[in-house]
């Protein structure tokens, strides 16, 4: 594709922060040059060298570089919308030109940033399939214009599409199942009283209720030691003789309003809407995000209940979907729904996406347990009874907690594990504290295996694994020492064809 005298626009100046933070990024890379540089400083001036004045120009000549080199990058950055296509030039000292197409979009994501809202303006990422460069980022645009892009990108595209989808539909005869009501559109939002919840059951209200309490701690203890009087004292009787039930209740809600702030940083006016085969995720407080979602890029389902989500019956819903990046592709896990009643489960999935809730899910028996216990306990034991002897006690009586602790862990996974195996479907659960249930498609199966020692052929007990079709290696699943006709039973089913 070839431009005849393009008239290019450029950025807002305000990008020049995006470039500013991107030059930063980009130059950690080169942060193990850091000591070796003060080291050849500290040798060269020996102890002349003030170091609070040195690290002062050190930053101010670090931002001024940072600063030139963000402004050089926004001058050299333009781009152009045509009637089916968006050019982009770029570079500072190696100059490229990009032209993205319709064919090659996968998504379109929008950021608004804290300058964005001053400057009424928005920053779009565009994600397109291959090259080295597999995202563009348009910084600080209007509104007019990403909304310009938008439809160039999108409406293109779904004319493409369709008339792919048409061309197969006659091939194949499949008229009533390929026929998709683009206005159709389903919506839900996430309300306070939802995020309060959220904030309650999350890991990181634990997190901060620990580290108040230590802190606490340790600022009493400062108290006592610089305090010239008794403060205890000086505290009213009702306070001295309910101090412990007092201070859990004052760290409960401090910890309590500090995860509700951080949620509400990072879900505040969270909205799911679908719209085709398109879905789109609204949120943030200072930085709106707005990611869309291709149906046919979804890799997993993955249901996910905390321990204090569990005790409740609450859920987080999330979906790993793939973009390409480079030479090879990339998975992203994207939350769908942060906090779901487990009733609620089915239809959510039912409506957003293409996957479903089976019934009971298969148990594991009880010669799976002696696999699950065995080694595990041997390897702690081992651990175990070295540290018994050789440590000095009282802390050697700990080390019997180890094969315990071992132990509790393999029966509450031994528990937690469990599978179905469905027409296109399969179920796949295990955890120990955290249970995760993941819902794989047929078609996204990438390989699978099944695993069978000596040992394990006479009790009919067998190990499988399934990876999903990514480039991730974080996304295999296994199912360890079940029946040796359930795991024949899923590897047979990794194995036919989709109907």
């Given at each position: 594709?070839?431009?005849?005298?393009?008239?290019?626009?450029?950025?807002?100046?305000?990008?020049i922060?995006?470039?500013?933070?991107?030059?930063?990024?980009?130059?950690?890379s080169?942060?193990?040059?850091?000591?070796?540089?003060?080291?050849?400083?500290?040798?060269?001036?020996?102890k002349?060298?003030?170091?609070?004045?040195?690290?002062?120009?050190?930053?101010?000549?670090?931002?001024?570089?940072?600063?030139?080199?963000?402004?050089?990058?926004?001058?050299?950055?333009?781009y152009?919308?045509?009637?089916?296509?968006?050019?982009?030039?770029?570079?500072i000292?190696?100059?490229?030109?990009?032209?993205?197409?319709?064919e090659?979009?996968?998504?379109?994501?929008?950021?608004i940033?804290?300058?964005?809202?001053i400057?009424?303006?928005?920053?779009l990422?565009?994600?397109?399939?291959?090259?080295?460069?597999?995202?563009?980022?348009?910084?600080?645009?209007?509104?007019?214009?990403?909304?310009?892009?938008?439809?160039?990108?999108?409406?293109?595209?779904?004319?493409?599409e369709?008339?792919?989808?048409?061309?197969?539909?006659?091939?194949?005869?499949?008229?009533?199942?390929?026929?998709?009501?683009?206005?159709?559109?389903?919506?839900?939002?996430?309300?306070?009283?939802?995020?309060?919840i959220?904030?309650?059951?999350?890991?990181?209200?634990?997190?901060?209720?620990f580290?108040?309490?230590?802190?606490?701690?340790?600022?009493?203890?400062?108290?006592?030691?610089?305090a010239?009087?008794?403060?205890?004292?000086?505290?009213?009787?009702?306070?001295?003789?309910?101090?412990?039930?007092?201070?859990?209740?004052?760290?409960?809600?401090?910890?309590?309003?500090?995860?509700?702030?951080?949620?509400?940083?990072?879900?505040?006016?969270?909205?799911?809407?679908?719209?085709?085969?398109?879905?789109?995720?609204?949120?943030?407080l200072?930085?709106?995000?707005?990611?869309?979602?291709?149906?046919?890029?979804?890799?997993?389902?993955?249901?996910?209940?905390?321990?204090?989500?569990?005790?409740?019956?609450?859920?987080?819903?999330?979906?790993?979907?793939?973009?390409?990046?480079?030479?090879k592709d990339?998975?992203?896990?994207?939350?769908?729904?942060?906090?779901l009643?487990i009733?609620?489960?089915?239809?959510?999935l039912e409506t957003?996406?293409?996957?479903?809730?089976?019934?009971?899910?298969?148990?594991?028996?009880?010669?799976?347990?002696?696999?699950?216990l065995?080694?595990?306990?041997?390897?702690?034991?081992?651990?175990?009874?070295?540290?018994?002897?050789f440590?000095?006690?009282?802390?050697?009586?700990?080390?019997p907690?180890?094969?315990?602790?071992?132990?509790?862990?393999?029966?509450?996974?031994?528990?937690l594990?469990?599978?179905?195996?469905?027409?296109?479907?399969?179920t796949?659960?295990?955890?120990?504290?955290?249970?995760?249930?993941?819902?794989?498609?047929?078609?996204?199966?990438q390989?699978?295996?099944?695993?069978?020692?000596?040992?394990?052929?006479?009790?009919?007990?067998?190990?499988?694994?399934?990876?999903?079709?990514?480039?991730?290696?974080?996304?295999?699943?296994?199912?360890?020492?079940?029946?040796?006709?359930?795991a024949?039973?899923?590897?047979?089913?990794?194995?036919?064809?989709?109907?």
């Amino acid at each position: 594709m070839m431009m005849s005298e393009p008239r290019l626009s450029r950025l807002h100046p305000i990008s020049i922060i995006y470039f500013v933070v991107k030059s930063l990024k980009e130059s950690y890379s080169y942060s193990w040059t850091v000591p070796i540089i003060l080291l050849f400083i500290r040798k060269s001036f020996d102890k002349d060298l003030n170091i609070v004045w040195f690290f002062v120009v050190a930053i101010l000549i670090l931002a001024a570089v940072l600063l030139t080199v963000g402004i050089l990058r926004w001058k050299s950055f333009m781009y152009q919308v045509n009637s089916d296509s968006i050019y982009i030039k770029s570079g500072i000292f190696v100059k490229k030109e990009r032209w993205i197409t319709p064919e090659r979009l996968q998504s379109i994501d929008s950021t608004i940033r804290t300058y964005d809202r001053i400057f009424k303006t928005i920053t779009l990422t565009l994600e397109v399939a291959g090259g080295e460069d597999s995202s563009v980022v348009l910084s600080c645009i209007t509104q007019e214009e990403a909304e310009r892009i938008r439809s160039v990108l999108v409406s293109n595209h779904a004319q493409t599409e369709s008339i792919e989808t048409t061309s197969e539909v006659k091939g194949e005869q499949f008229t009533q199942n390929a026929v998709h009501d683009q206005a159709e559109e389903s919506f839900i939002q996430i309300h306070t009283r939802d995020l309060i919840i959220h904030s309650m059951l999350s890991p990181k209200f634990g997190v901060i209720f620990f580290l108040l309490l230590g802190l606490g701690f340790k600022l009493w203890r400062r108290i006592e030691e610089k305090a010239e009087i008794d403060v205890v004292s000086l505290m009213p009787q009702w306070i001295i003789s309910n101090w412990i039930v007092l201070s859990i209740g004052l760290l409960l809600v401090l910890s309590g309003i500090l995860s509700f702030l951080l949620t509400l940083i990072g879900d505040y006016q969270f909205k799911l809407r679908m719209q085709g085969d398109e879905m789109y995720i609204e949120r943030g407080l200072f930085e709106k995000k707005k990611t869309s979602i291709p149906q046919k890029r979804i890799q997993s389902v993955l249901i996910i209940q905390k321990p204090l989500q569990r005790l409740f019956g609450y859920v987080c819903v999330r979906v790993i979907f793939v973009r390409s990046s480079g030479k090879k592709d990339s998975d992203k896990t994207v939350v769908l729904h942060p906090i779901l009643r487990i009733a609620e489960v089915p239809a959510f999935l039912e409506t957003y996406t293409s996957y479903h809730v089976g019934s009971e899910l298969k148990q594991l028996n009880r010669k799976s347990l002696r696999y699950y216990l065995l080694m595990p306990l041997i390897i702690s034991l081992v651990i175990c009874i070295p540290l018994f002897i050789f440590v000095p006690k009282p802390y050697g009586w700990f080390a019997p907690l180890i094969p315990i602790w071992t132990v509790i862990v393999r029966i509450l996974e031994y528990k937690l594990t469990g599978w179905r195996v469905e027409e296109n479907q399969l179920t796949i659960q295990n955890g120990v504290l955290t249970r995760r249930v993941a819902l794989i498609h047929k078609d996204r199966v990438q390989w699978s295996r099944l695993t069978q020692t000596i040992f394990q052929q006479k009790r009919e007990i067998a190990s499988f694994k399934v990876a999903i079709a990514s480039a991730s290696d974080n996304l295999k699943l296994s199912l360890s020492y079940i029946p040796m006709q359930d795991a024949e039973q899923a590897m047979e089913w990794t194995q036919r064809k989709r109907k």
